[in-house]
């Protein structure tokens, strides 16, 4: 990225703004948003190592999407281990289904119908074969407790051959692409956007119209076993190299050496101890807002550095103590830094809107970190809930909170615990409302990559690497911010 004229203070994303350049790329669809950090992500957004944000839902459906969830450090791991093989044993292509017999009830239904944004409950039968299909609709006016059997409709079942009948989804390409094309046909001829799908005559997945459509769009992140990836965070206390290699051992296939101040003794005695194992899995470590410390960071063992203090919806870092320091300028500095190390960043928070996404890896970040943005999604691992006027939301809550300090040192003794719980960075608890356009995740990376793949070939760039050499940047005025912002009604 260069600067129309040079910037003489730090700036945040709303400081800056992209002009286009000529472009010969002709349309968004040719654009390449993989990473190039040795993670193998295709899309370069990275859900954040937070508890109220990133689950096993959440870790599932970005990475068959082509993107990375981080599992919190402050899962114990006995329970990573099975989430990790949870998300393994997923299907690329289809969703995992909610289901539950016809003899089950309509409130058991309503229960699950929010753990998944397609809204649909499939009804099996004690083979596990469908035999209807339930939606929030169908149990309007329903006794609570009357059976499924009395309430669910007919569904299309769509046959899983055409997808690759195990996780890895075996098809080519372009035999896929053309059986996604025939299964969407089916859904819209049957006036369906759901459909239940079968492997050896019993339920596998789901699919719908909208996740068809993006199956031939997305790559999905997969190791070397065709299966899908997930990142797991580890702290910079305790027995660091034996979580680690407790995670390495369950699969996980990128580890996250996480504290709020990266650059400090603590972080290189982890670095040294994760390292010390034998691994060749990509090694994130942060944060940090300086080339400094990116520098040292990369050179004591880290591939990739997170950047960023301060800029996060639910950290209050800033305001209780002064430290931190503009996103932009510190990703422009640190990314710069990363690479004549030999490393990559990526940028962690203060994102609002996909322009800073954009913004981000235009100064030359490889990822962008997304937290609390993502929170609000029925994938989050939160309970859906609803306010006074009926809004859906979801709590979150900071990882340097009150609330996450207490969880982190349940297993310690009171005076110990309630001690630490005096000291907190974070808001530990704000509601996260879903959008009623966008209620997942998935629709939240539709919006955030289109607008990226806009911006590229605004910028005339095939990819992030010629992105960053292309981008050119200009600084505003906060009148400036606020002449591009939609009028959402006639003035």
Request: hydrophobic residues 50%; charged residues 20%; aromatic residues 4%.
């Given at each position: 990225m260069r600067f129309l004229s040079e910037p003489s203070t730090d700036l945040t994303y709303s400081d800056a703004f992209l002009v286009p350049s000529r472009s010969d790329v002709t349309s968004r669809l040719d654009v390449d948003l993989s990473a190039d950090d040795g993670t193998g992500a295709s899309i370069p957004l990275v859900v954040a190592n937070m508890t109220a944000v990133t689950g096993k839902r959440m870790a599932e459906t970005m990475a068959r999407r082509g993107g990375l969830a981080v599992l919190p450090q402050d899962v114990p791991?006995?329970?990573?281990?099975?989430?990790?093989?949870?998300?393994?044993?997923r299907h690329t292509v289809l969703e995992t289904p909610v289901?539950?017999?016809?003899?089950?009830?309509?409130?058991?239904?309503?229960?699950?119908?929010?753990?998944?944004?397609?809204?649909?409950?499939?009804?099996?039968?004690?083979?596990?074969?469908?035999?209807?299909?339930?939606?929030?609709?169908?149990?309007?006016?329903?006794?609570?407790?009357?059976?499924?059997?009395?309430v669910m409709r007919q569904a299309l079942v769509l046959d899983a051959s055409a997808f690759g009948a195990g996780p890895a989804a075996g098809a080519d390409s372009g035999t896929r692409d053309a059986s996604l094309r025939k299964a969407f046909e089916a859904m819209d001829a049957a006036?369906?956007?759901?459909?239940?799908?079968?492997?050896?005559?019993?339920?596998?997945?789901?699919?719908?119209?909208?996740?068809?459509?993006?199956?031939?769009?997305?790559?999905?992140?997969?190791?070397?076993?065709?299966?899908?990836?997930?990142?797991?965070?580890?702290?910079?206390?305790?027995?660091?190299?034996?979580?680690?290699?407790?995670l390495l051992a369950?699969?996980?296939?990128?580890?996250?050496?996480?504290t709020a101040h990266g650059h400090q003794q603590k972080m290189f005695?982890?670095?040294?101890?994760?390292?010390?194992?034998?691994?060749?899995?990509?090694?994130?470590?942060?944060?940090?807002?300086?080339?400094?410390?990116?520098?040292?960071?990369?050179?004591?063992?880290?591939?990739?550095?997170?950047?960023?203090?301060?800029?996060?919806?639910?950290?209050t870092t800033r305001m209780m103590t002064a430290?931190?320091?503009?996103?932009?300028?510190?990703?422009?500095?640190?990314?710069?830094?990363?690479?004549?190390?030999?490393?990559?960043?990526?940028?962690?928070g203060g994102v609002r809107y996909p322009r800073d996404v954009a913004l981000a890896l235009a100064a030359g970040?490889?990822?962008?970190?997304?937290?609390?943005?993502?929170?609000?999604?029925?994938?989050?691992?939160?309970?859906?809930?609803?306010?006074?006027?009926?809004?859906?939301?979801?709590?979150?809550?900071?990882?340097?909170?009150?609330?996450?300090?207490q969880n982190r040192n349940q297993r310690e003794g009171a005076f110990e615990k309630d001690r630490k719980a005096l000291f907190e960075e974070g808001i530990s608890t704000s509601r996260m409302y879903l959008d009623p356009a966008r209620p997942g995740?998935?629709?939240?990376?539709?919006?955030?990559?289109?607008?990226?793949?806009?911006?590229?070939?605004?910028?005339?760039?095939?990819?992030?690497?010629?992105f960053r050499e292309r981008a050119v940047a200009g600084i505003q005025s906060a009148a400036g911010y606020e002449e591009g912002r939609p009028v959402p009604q006639s003035w």
């Open positions: 791991l006995d329970v990573l281990r099975d989430v990790t093989a949870w998300i393994k044993s289901s539950l017999l016809a003899s089950e009830t309509v409130i058991d239904a309503l229960h699950l119908m929010g753990k998944r944004p397609h809204g649909a409950v499939a009804v099996v039968d004690d083979a596990g074969k469908v035999v209807g299909v339930v939606r929030a609709a169908d149990c309007e006016g329903q006794d609570r407790f009357a059976s499924l059997a009395s006036g369906t956007d759901f459909a239940p799908v079968h492997v050896g005559g019993s339920l596998a997945g789901v699919l719908t119209r909208r996740g068809a459509l993006r199956s031939t769009i997305y790559r999905p992140l997969l190791d070397a076993a065709g299966k899908l990836k997930v990142a797991a965070a580890v702290g910079i206390n305790g027995d660091v190299a034996g979580r680690a290699a407790e369950a699969g996980v296939d990128v580890l996250v050496i996480d005695d982890a670095l040294a101890a994760v390292r010390s194992l034998d691994h060749d899995v990509p090694l994130v470590a942060g944060n940090v807002v300086t080339a400094d410390a990116t520098r040292e960071l990369i050179q004591a063992g880290a591939n990739i550095v997170k950047v960023g203090v301060g800029p996060g919806a639910m950290c430290v931190g320091r503009p996103q932009l300028s510190a990703v422009l500095e640190c990314a710069a830094a990363a690479r004549a190390a030999g490393g990559r960043i990526w940028a962690d970040a490889s990822q962008v970190m997304i937290g609390s943005w993502f929170a609000g999604t029925h994938e989050s691992p939160g309970d859906l809930q609803a306010d006074a006027n009926g809004r859906l939301y979801k709590e979150s809550f900071g990882m340097a909170s009150a609330r996450a300090v995740v998935e629709d939240l990376v539709d919006m955030i990559t289109a607008g990226l793949r806009s911006s590229m070939s605004y910028a005339g760039a095939a990819d992030l690497a010629e």
